[in-house]
């Protein structure tokens, strides 16, 4: 089977990291470029984390294109608590040698998407998606062209994480996030409801941290920090216990869609209110047939880990790295 060709936008931020140190090692996947936005730390920042992970993986022949500084209409967001001040965790950052590609994101996926055949490209968005939308708004046939857009965002019965109704990707742009569900694109979206079931626990860890490569080293140090967030702002209520894993998701269903159960939809985003901003509104009765959006309601979280010690083993096997 052709490997999925994939654009993912992020915020690198912990979580955006050990997603892109997935998909730069699955077979399955073809990354076509990583778009960046500004969100868990300012865009600068996740540009350059950006280009940190992709030198660690060992990936330079995949671009990196900066986007959006800020929200469409909103003023920046930032969760940097939860990722660290330079957003990559206890990391050391450094200047990383791969260049940035020209222009900006919401350039890049009208041009990588639209030169490509009709619905052949995904987009994984996993953060704040304003460069998904600015790209819709430069290309009004976008949206029909795009394969499967799959999103880490949004929160239904698990309630939300910047405030009690929403998350903080959709919250952080609301406006964006409307104009992507409202595009008429198909959407798999993977809120809290399912990744607060796919935690980073000790012995998840330990299986990353024996796999022999400096992008398991990276990984495992990012879920170790997480862990220790968890812990200290959210508390540890079982000894079994670990942070959420939010942004692998998206990139383990294009990989292993059967590590998921999914159900189709309709959402919506609050933009009006101030207390519920960034709410989605999760709707279950509609047609199957002609549903175009997709909520993701469980996950078989061991197979998600197995998943990426397996990927990440068989890429350090392949490279020797
Ligand atoms: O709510 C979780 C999301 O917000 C993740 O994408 C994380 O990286 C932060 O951006
Ligand atoms: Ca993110």
Redesign the pocket.
């Known amino acids: 089977m052709p490997a999925q060709s994939l654009i993912i936008d992020?915020?690198?931020?912990?979580?955006?990291a050990v997603?892109l140190f997935l998909a730069f090692a699955a077979p399955e996947l073809e990354v076509l470029a990583v778009t960046t936005v500004a969100?868990?730390v300012p865009g600068r920042l996740t540009q350059r984390n950006a280009r940190i992970v992709r030198q660690i993986a060992g990936r330079e022949d995949a671009p990196v294109f900066g986007g959006a500084e800020r929200p469409l209409k909103r003023p920046p967001a930032g969760?940097g608590a939860?990722?660290g001040a330079e957003g990559l965790g206890d990391l050391e950052p450094f200047e990383p040698t791969g260049i940035v590609g020209d222009g900006p994101a919401a350039n890049a996926i009208v041009d990588l998407v639209m030169r490509r055949p009709e619905g052949s490209v995904a987009v994984a968005v996993?953060?704040?998606m304003t460069n998904l939308a600015l790209a819709m708004r430069r290309e009004r046939r976008l949206a029909e062209r795009l394969g499967p857009v799959v999103v880490?965002?949004g929160?239904r019965s698990e309630g939300g994480?910047?405030t009690p109704s929403a998350?903080?990707?959709?919250?952080?742009d609301p406006d964006a996030a409307a104009v992507v569900f409202g595009s008429g694109c198909d959407v798999v979206a993977f809120g809290?409801d399912v990744?607060h079931q796919v935690r980073a626990t000790e012995a998840r860890i330990a299986a990353v941290e024996a796999v022999d490569s400096a992008a398991a080293r990276a990984t495992a140090s990012m879920l170790r920090f997480s862990q220790r967030v968890e812990r200290d702002t959210v508390g540890w209520p079982t000894s079994d216990w670990g942070a959420?894993l939010?942004?692998p998701c998206p990139i383990a269903w294009l990989i292993r869609p059967e590590l998921f159960q999914t159900r189709p939809c309709r959402i919506e985003v609050e933009t009006a209110s101030d207390l519920t901003r960034g709410h989605t509104a999760v709707e279950f009765r509609v047609d199957p047939a002609t549903a175009r959006h997709r909520w993701a309601v469980a996950a078989d979280a061991q197979g998600v880990f197995d998943l990426i010690v397996e990927t990440l083993k068989d890429q350090a096997r392949g490279t020797g790295a």
């Not at 992020?10 to 955006?16: I, S």
């Not at 998350?167 to 952080?172: G, H, L, T, Y």
């Open positions: 992020c915020d690198p931020g912990v979580d955006d997603a969100g868990n969760a939860f990722h996993l953060g704040p880490m965002g929160a994480n910047i998350e903080f990707n959709v919250w952080a809290l990744t959420p939010h942004d």
